[in-house]
């Protein structure tokens, strides 16, 4: 099955009036067309294939072309059981649905299902639309590799691209290769890595700048680049068992699978909290929260890697990365990026030792950087940034 996109609250309703000369609602392939709550409803039963239906598609992708607020369409054939579990429904229900791609809906936001049929009723085609909210949007993807997708708690989730917007109570979330970076709408920056799921929850802006945002990290890690914001404002960051209230600028928040809680302060301040107390935790220090417990005290975190080499040159093949031992690193997360900023397509290494062969896949000019990785998980800060080319 294709997926479809998040389902929405609005409801149309289209009636086309008699014109002279022109056709009437009888008489247009549909029989008449209306939107009505998340249903499309004909004027007459609309057959699982043949030149009417067809019409009727092309009709009904035009009238959705014509409503940037819808962003998915399903395609539901009803078909007798025999035909349905023999696989004919599905590929009923594909053909309708490559009938309105072609007529020009975008293939993302089209899916097809053959789902069972009330066995008195006659074969038929139903079509159903999820419609953007009416609020106004929290968020805006602003760069996305791999698979990114997101979801209400009412629909399945759907692949994102860069450039879409994002609303309050969807979460968003990437796959074992993903990454995103999200603008939010007070102007701070939210940053995903793989395998990773955040739910956007409140975000509420003053003329006086005073804000109030709400994130809950569902799984995996994200970093905060949080823009100032007035007196009394806040922005905090919920997990299963903490809440990161920022007072600073730049921090990461990770949720564990055995629901621990970490945070890593690298500009500014954070004030980790739990049901059993709470801490400070100052730019260049660390803090976790383990279930049933109080925060620990902060521990400093690992200081960032001096890289050796490569430092710029180009190269017939991938080099080795080189740099020097950092004190207390158990371990280091080496990045690979075609971009100096690592927001777009992210390749990530770890190593046991301060080398690693390059695993930069092809040719081009890479950006790489180190961070060490303490006995806990903690990780440091970022070493400087340093490129390579590889040879076409």
Not at 226 to 251: C, H, I, K, Q, Y
Request: charged content about 25%.
């Amino acid at each position: 099955m294709r997926k479809a996109g998040a389902p929405w609250m609005l409801s149309l309703l289209v009636a086309a009036l008699p014109v002279a000369g022109f056709a009437t609602e009888a008489d247009a392939p549909c029989g008449g067309l209306s939107f009505d709550n998340g249903r499309l409803t004909m004027g007459r039963p609309l057959e699982p294939k043949g030149p009417r239906t067809e019409a009727c598609l092309r009709e009904v992708a035009e009238a959705v072309k014509a409503r940037p607020a819808i962003r998915g369409l399903t395609v539901a054939a009803k078909v007798p059981d025999a035909e349905r579990l023999d696989g004919q429904g599905l590929a009923v229900a594909k053909a309708a649905a490559e009938v309105l791609v072609n007529a020009g809906v975008p293939r993302t936001r089209v899916s097809f299902v053959a789902p069972p049929a009330d066995p008195n009723a006659p074969a038929q085609l139903q079509l159903a639309y999820v419609e953007r909210p009416s609020q106004a949007a929290v968020a805006r993807l602003r760069t996305a590799s791999g698979l990114v997708m997101a979801s209400t708690g009412e629909g399945l989730p759907t692949p994102r691209l860069a450039g879409e917007s994002l609303y309050a109570g969807e979460l968003v979330a990437t796959d074992d290769t993903g990454r995103a970076e999200l603008a939010l709408a007070d102007g701070s920056s939210l940053f995903l890595s793989p395998r990773s799921a955040v739910r956007l929850g409140t975000l509420e802006l003053t003329a006086e700048r005073q804000r109030r945002v709400l994130l809950e990290l569902v799984k995996g890690t994200v970093e905060t680049q949080a823009a100032p914001g007035g007196a009394g404002s806040t922005f905090e960051v919920r997990t299963r068992g903490a809440v990161a209230g920022v007072r600073g600028t730049r921090f990461r928040v990770s949720q564990q699978e055995d629901g621990t809680s970490r945070v890593e302060t690298l500009e500014g301040k954070v004030a980790l909290g739990a049901e059993q107390g709470s801490v400070d935790v100052d730019a260049g220090f660390g803090s976790r929260v383990r279930p049933s417990q109080p925060p620990e005290a902060p521990r400093a975190l690992l200081a960032a890697p001096a890289l050796e080499r490569p430092r710029g040159g180009a190269y017939p093949k991938a080099p080795s990365l080189v740099w020097k031992a950092v004190e207390g690193a158990k371990g280091y997360r080496v990045e690979l990026g075609t971009t100096a900023d690592f927001v777009g397509d992210v390749k990530v290494q770890e190593s046991a030792h301060p080398t690693v062969d390059a695993a930069a896949p092809g040719p081009g000019k890479w950006f790489w950087r180190v961070l060490a990785v303490d006995a806990d998980g903690f990780m440091g800060f970022p070493s400087k940034i340093f490129s390579f080319d590889v040879a076409g």
